[in-house]
């Protein structure tokens, strides 16, 4: 059996501050800033490979806290197994966890006029939480060693090769999310089916190009310095005509 003691990586604190807004319909409109916080502190250890009988143990784990075991190998699909309430003073079972075979997605980013989209990039994620294509760089801890999350198993993110291609593989079981963005190319997702285990499956992004909006700003009153403009979507709600 694989025996490891837990190599802990450095814990994130995660503090989300409140506003009156969080007191209920209506007390938004005060906009007062409360003594309030909502805080989650993340763990995780560095991973142990398992022996030839597929067996594993991480010893050193902390007491108290409920952890997920998140599970990888190279074509099948990853596997969380948890929440396992660690007690202090005995051993916690896992239990036994069974991969099934991944399977792969081929993208093809085009415009709206059916030329490909070089250098894009595409993240697929399962649809159940699914990461946009900005925020997959938070899900990849250090040193390779995967994010404290564990969303880093369930992720898959490439670049777009000249031709608008990217190839993703050991996708998790599943429909999933596919993201695009880039430069020139307004940010896009799309609903993908799950394939068969171990089979393929190829898919057609259609993204929109971005455009340029030019003016000039002038006073009455004489010359101004460089002033900042910059773009809001307008909605139901907008300030201004």
Same mark, same amino acid.
């Given at each position: 059996m694989s +025996? +490891?003691?837990?190599?802990?990586?450095?814990? =994130?604190t995660v503090t989300v501050p409140a506003t009156s807004a969080n007191l209920g319909p209506g007390?938004?409109?005060?906009?007062?800033? %409360?003594?309030?916080?909502?805080?989650?502190?993340?763990?995780?250890?560095? /991973? =142990?490979?398992? #022996? #030839?009988? $597929?067996?594993?143990?991480?010893?050193? %784990?902390? /007491? $108290?806290?409920?952890?997920? %075991?998140?599970?990888?190998? #190279?074509?099948?699909s990853s596997a969380t197994v948890g929440p396992i309430d660690v007690a202090g003073g005995r051993d916690e079972p896992a239990g036994l966890v069974r991969l099934v075979a991944a399977w792969a997605l081929d993208v093809r980013v085009v415009d709206a006029t059916g030329a490909p989209v070089p250098g894009a990039r595409v993240v697929a994620s399962p649809a159940t939480q699914p990461v946009d294509a900005v925020g997959v760089a938070g899900a990849v801890g250090p040193d390779g060693a995967g994010g404290l999350s564990g969303a880093d198993a369930f992720v898959r993110a490439a670049t777009t090769d000249t031709d608008g291609w990217v190839h993703l593989r050991d996708l998790a079981e599943g429909d999933h999310q596919v993201a695009a963005e880039g430069k020139g190319i307004v940010a896009t997702t799309a609903l993908v089916p799950e394939a068969a285990p171990g089979s393929s499956r190829s898919f057609r992004l259609d993204v929109a190009r971005t455009v340029a909006c030019e003016g000039r700003v002038e006073a009455v009153d004489g010359r101004l310095p460089p002033v900042r403009v910059r773009a809001v979507v307008r909605d139901g709600a907008s300030f201004g005509t």
């Open positions: +025996s +490891s003691p837990a190599l802990l990586l450095r814990p =994130v007390f938004d409109c005060l906009g007062l800033a %409360l003594g309030l916080r909502n805080e989650l502190v993340l763990h995780a250890t560095a /991973p =142990v490979l398992t #022996d #030839d009988a $597929g067996k594993f143990r991480i010893a050193g %784990l902390a /007491p $108290g806290v409920a952890w997920r %075991l998140v599970v990888e190998a #190279d074509g099948r």
